[in-house]
Every structure is written in C-alpha cells, then in structure tokens.
Nanobody
C-alpha cells in the first residue's frame, strides 16, 4: 500500500509561484498514473493536473483549462515523488491541494482526470494566495 505526503504549500502573493511535492512511500509510483486536485472552502474537490504512468522515459500530462500554461506536473521516479509547479497564482486558487494515485495503471498515454479514478490520497497541503 502506498502512502502519500504533500509538501510545499504556503502563503504567496498573487502572481507568485510555488512548487508542491508529493512524496510516496510503500511502493514505487513509476507504474501508476497520478494527479493533483484541490478543494477550496465550501467547494467541491476539483481536478488540477494528471500524469500518466511512466512508459520508458515518457509520461503524458493533462491539465484543467484554468491552469493550462501556468502549472506543470512532473514526476521523479528515482525519488518516488510527484511535483506540481504553479506559476502566476491567482487568489481564487487558494485551496488545499491533494495528490493521489490512480486506481488502475491505464495505458501509457492515459491520464485520469476524475477523482473517482483515484483510490489513494494524501492529507493535502494548504496553498493561500493573497491578492
């Protein structure tokens, strides 16, 4: 069973950047699709970004429309860690950010964008963007 621990959250001004990390333990995540979701107070959890399982040195990524061009999801299989680089943050993006491991590995190009496709979640890291 894999365990996930997010880090890197904090307080940043609008327009600033943060890099979130999700350290996995218990087993390798290289063969798993993974994703980032976020949940703001009073709102439902929403998809942010997903990355496919590694196929050789290749992984495929997908993003919510609202973060395309500003956020980048990546993985370092040697460190068993998932990352989310967030640039040009907006105050509306204040939320708890969660990483997750997909329920099934899927095809090499497949990225899981629905929360129901994930069965292991971290506890989250708070990101606060001040305007």
């Amino acid at each position: 069973q894999v365990q996930l621990a997010e880090s890197g959250g904090g307080l940043v001004q609008a327009g600033g950047s943060l890099r979130l990390a999700c350290a996995a333990s218990g087993r390798s995540i290289s063969s798993s699709g993974m994703g980032w979701f976020r949940q703001a107070p009073g709102k439902e959890r929403e998809f942010v970004a997903a990355i496919s399982r590694s196929c050789g040195r290749t992984s495929y990524a997908s993003y919510a429309d609202s973060v395309k061009g500003r956020f980048t999801i990546s993985r370092d299989n040697a460190k068993n860690t998932l990352y989310l680089q967030m640039n040009n943050l907006e105050s509306e993006e204040t939320a708890v950010y969660y990483c997750a491991v997909a329920r099934t590995n899927g095809e090499c190009y497949y990225t899981a964008t629905v929360s129901g496709e994930y069965d292991t979640w971290g506890l989250g890291t708070q990101v606060t963007v001040s305007s």
